[in-house]
């Protein structure tokens, strides 16, 4: 489950080392500390209100019960290819052909699965899918700096001198995984904001008392902000035609030239 790269900082290394940092009363105490986020905005921050292409990725839920769905996406799909592939349970991702995808043309939003009768659903938990929408955003990458804190009683000074490099080995072996953990998103109103974890390092330990360790880990971020569009905002553009000339639905373009002589 997504969550704030602090909280699933702490939770590997807390479940990594059951024997020094697990339990109710741990010999090393374990913290986490969100510090500093330095910002550099996107240099097309001047183009941020107005709608645009962007590209729109969901994972929703498989069905079990219904494999076929309907599925529903989160945002209304913009004309254009769609990709839709099953997740499984080990993380692979098998893509679809567009014959096995039957979307809704009353609601744009649904479509529903028909897979090849040899496609192996039992392992399948998520329908991944990448399509095009229009959107009003704003792209900020930024380096997260955390702090790491290692305590235990000044009488056990053995626990902390195994669990610093122990931690570090922890962080280094996993930081794959704490990328794919911490990618969280927050709604509210209108208004959203996605934030996604690129890359992990280790830079410093300290000890700034003999019972206690301090390591920095700095996080390159890229953050996603987004707006909901207003009513009749961005909708795509449906026919060009001269103006006073009669509608014709088989000619989404009709363009009178005049030339002069």
């Known amino acids: 489950m997504p969550r704030e790269l602090g909280e699933a900082l702490r939770a590997l290394i807390v479940d990594s080392l059951p024997g ?10 374990v913290a986490v500390t969100s510090g500093l986020l330095e910002l550099e905005l ?7 209100s107005e709608p645009r292409p962007d590209d729109q990725l969901d994972e929703l839920p498989f069905h079990d019960d219904s494999p076929a769905g309907p599925y529903h996406v989160s945002r209304p799909p913009y004309p254009g290819p769609r990709r839709v ?4 349970a080990d993380g692979d991702r098998v893509p679809l052909s567009s014959g096995e995808v039957e979307w809704d043309v009353a609601d744009l939003r649904q479509f529903t699965l028909r897979t090849r009768a040899d496609r192996d659903l039992t392992a399948v938990r998520a329908v991944e899918v990448l399509y095009g929408i229009v959107s009003v955003f704003t792209n900020a990458k930024g ?8 305590d235990a009683p000044e009488a056990d000074a053995a626990s902390l001198a195994q669990a610093e490099p122990l931690v570090i080995a922890v962080v280094e ?9 911490a990618q969280i998103t927050y709604l509210d109103g209108d208004y959203g904001a996605a934030v996604t974890v690129k890359r992990l390092r280790l830079t410093t330990s300290t000890a700034p008392a003999g019972n206690r360790r301090l ?3 700095l996080a390159e971020v890229d953050l996603k902000g987004t707006r909901a ?3 009749g905002e961005g909708r795509p553009i449906e026919r060009i035609r001269t103006p006073g000339r009669p509608v014709d639905a088989d000619r989404p373009v009709d363009v009178q030239i005049d030339v002069q002589a």
């Open 173 to 181: 072996l996993n930081r794959e995984w704490l990328v794919q953990q």
């Open 215 to 217: 390591l920095t880990v």
């Open 229 to 231: 569009l207003a009513e």
């Open 143 to 150: 380096m997260r700096t955390l702090t790491v804190s290692l």
């Open 20 to 29: 020094l940092c697990g339990g109710a009363a741990p010999p090393v105490r």
């Open 42 to 48: 996107d240099s097309d921050a001047a183009v941020a």
């Open 85 to 88: 592939r099953l997740v499984t």
